[in-house]
């Protein structure tokens, strides 16, 4: 198995023990199941602190959505937004548009998409995940979303015909993806001339050690597979993509993201990584 495969397997593997605590079990997903490392929003200390969630109770959710996109989400919904922004929030949705979302998860980017775009709209969530996209679907029955569906798929090789969407939003996945390269491509190829794409993502401020990038665990934790910024950007204009602008930028606290690499004892890269992981808001257009 090459290393590419051995990572998807991996992330396949971790984010489908996630959606299984809630279609089989119906029990809710912790933000940070046990050891396994998150894409936590920089503006917390980490969604995997146990201080931190047992003092507040704050989920991952209520912390990158408003209370009021929450509110009728039941929570096998927001119990598994492990993502690090809210892309619909930059996306400019319009009434009537198509909309792929990268990654869908559970799909709670894909239900607050769908209520912007209307009835006349129309929302794809694609996922890697079995489990995920079964989930998604179960949960788009609980709320009702009748202008949504969830393909299972790759987003190196997304199951979708040439331009054929108005809007790409994704969610803290791009990250996840060995061959970013081929995701910008799909996402260009997909896309019709005009067409926006909104995405959060995790990327890097100068070099990451190579203990972190040769670790599995980090890949699935959304820190190996980051790119520097730079180097992320450039990957969307290289595939076609103009006006790429980052809209926000936040550097992550790194204090409790353990899980991180090879040797036992990662914590000794810690103070490695401070200042170096961000999580940031992009948009970029399909002349």
């Not at 940070?32 to 995997?48: F, G, K, L, M, R």
């Not at 990451?208 to 980051?226: D, H, K, Q, Y």
Request: some cysteine; overall charge negative.
């Amino acid at each position: 198995m090459s290393e590419e495969s051995k990572v998807k397997e991996k992330v396949r593997e971790r984010y489908g023990e996630i959606a299984v605590q809630f279609v089989e079990k119906g029990e809710p997903a912790s933000c940070c199941p046990p050891q396994q490392a998150s894409c936590c929003p920089p503006e917390q200390t980490s969604c995997c602190g146990p201080s931190q969630a047992d003092v507040t109770q704050i989920t991952n959710a209520m912390r990158l959505y408003s209370a009021q996109e929450l509110a009728d989400l039941p929570e096998s919904v927001t119990d598994v937004a492990l993502g690090c922004g809210n892309p619909t929030a930059i996306a400019g949705l319009k009434p009537g548009e198509v909309v792929l979302d990268l990654g869908s998860g559970g799909g709670i980017d894909c239900f607050l998409a769908a209520h912007q775009v209307g009835p006349q709209g129309r929302v794809i969530g694609l996922d890697m995940t079995p489990e995920m996209v079964k989930l998604a679907r179960q949960n788009a029955k609980k709320v009702g979303a009748t202008n949504v569906e969830f393909r299972y798929g790759e987003m190196e090789d997304m199951p979708l015909p040439d331009e054929s969407v108005d809007v790409i939003i994704s969610n803290c996945v791009v990250n996840l993806s060995p061959d970013k390269d081929k995701v910008f491509s799909e996402a260009y190829r997909v896309l019709r001339p005009g067409g926006r794409l909104a995405v959060s993502d995790i990327v890097t401020q100068g070099p990451l050690p190579e203990v972190v990038r040769r670790s599995v665990e980090a890949w699935v934790g959304c820190v190996a597979g980051a790119l520097d910024e730079t180097v992320y950007l450039d990957k969307m204009r290289q595939a076609g993509f103009t006006q790429v602008e980052v809209t926000a930028r936040n550097l992550a606290e790194m204090e409790d993201w353990t899980e991180l690499g090879e040797p036992p004892e990662p914590v000794q890269y810690l103070d490695e990584l401070k200042g170096k992981v961000a999580s940031i808001k992009v948009t970029a257009r399909k002349p």
